[in-house]
């Protein structure tokens, strides 16, 4: 049973303009949400996170919306960059309260593609 | 500082046999967990290890089995390998799971090829 959907393989912007990635997640217990990009034969490289308190968090280019009543969160990329091609993994982590366990749930990714 | 490093690269293995591999954490973390990628597949969590002790294990069956030294590296290990073991393995460190801002930094990963 996927938790974290992804429902978009692959989006495809031109340098300059914005990529939005889109992630679902149907467990309501997640509290910490993660966004990795992914290289070929590299492994996933963490990019930014935000926490079930926000509902935004931004670094430089990148910033993540949370939307917590619709389960939804977004990854805007503003401007978009060449460089910026990757797959995109959506991850969520549900911290058991009184346990160190944070494992992390992920999608199945977004392939972008940002064309000159 | 370096990041968390795995070895090997590849591996190629045959139906049946045993494979471990290796994993050492970024400087200064305690917690390591592994996960497996597929093709077209997001990670998929396996275990977490945190100050020698196993914290988590995912959906895998008895075969798999990991654990952590007192230096905080760890090793998974494969028994009776499956064609369907190959896949991309990857290691993530953590300084302290749980936190909330726990944020796991992956390896390179070590792509296992069982044929």
């Known amino acids: 049973d996927q938790q974290v959907k992804q429902n978009s393989p692959s989006l495809s912007v031109q340098e300059g303009r914005i990529s939005i990635l889109n992630c679902d997640y149907t467990?309501?217990?997640?509290?910490?949400f993660l966004w990795y990009k992914k290289y070929p034969a590299e492994g996933p490289t963490f990019l930014i996170s935000?926490?079930?308190?926000?509902d935004k968090n931004e670094d430089g280019r990148f910033t993540v919306f949370l939307n917590k009543s619709a389960k939804h969160l977004s990854l805007h990329i503003v401007p978009s960059q060449p460089g910026d091609s990757a797959v995109y993994f959506c991850?969520?982590?549900?911290?058991?309260?009184?346990?160190?366990?944070?494992?992390?749930?992920f999608g199945r990714g977004t392939q972008l593609t940002v064309w000159p | 500082d370096a990041g968390v490093t795995q070895s090997p690269t590849h591996l190629i293995k045959t139906r049946g046999q045993q494979v471990t591999l290796r994993c050492s954490p970024i400087?200064?973390?305690?917690?390591v967990s592994w996960y497996q990628q597929v093709l077209g597949q997001g990670p998929q969590f396996i275990f977490q290890?945190?100050?020698?002790?196993?914290?988590g294990r995912g959906n895998f069956p008895d075969r798999f089995s990991a654990r952590q030294f007192p230096n905080y590296s760890s090793e998974l290990n494969v028994n009776a390998l499956l064609l369907g073991d190959s896949a991309l393995y990857l290691c993530?460190?953590?300084?302290?799971?749980?936190?909330?801002?726990?944020?796991?930094?992956f390896g390179p990963g070590t792509r296992l090829t069982v044929l």
């Open positions: 993530a460190s953590s300084p302290l799971p749980g936190l909330s801002t726990d944020t796991q930094y």
């Open positions: 467990n309501s217990m997640f509290d910490y």
């Open positions: 935000i926490s079930s308190i926000k």
């Open positions: 991850a969520a982590m549900e911290r058991y309260r009184g346990s160190t366990l944070g494992r992390l749930y």
């Open positions: 400087s200064g973390h305690k917690s």
């Open positions: 290890y945190y100050e020698k002790e196993e914290r």
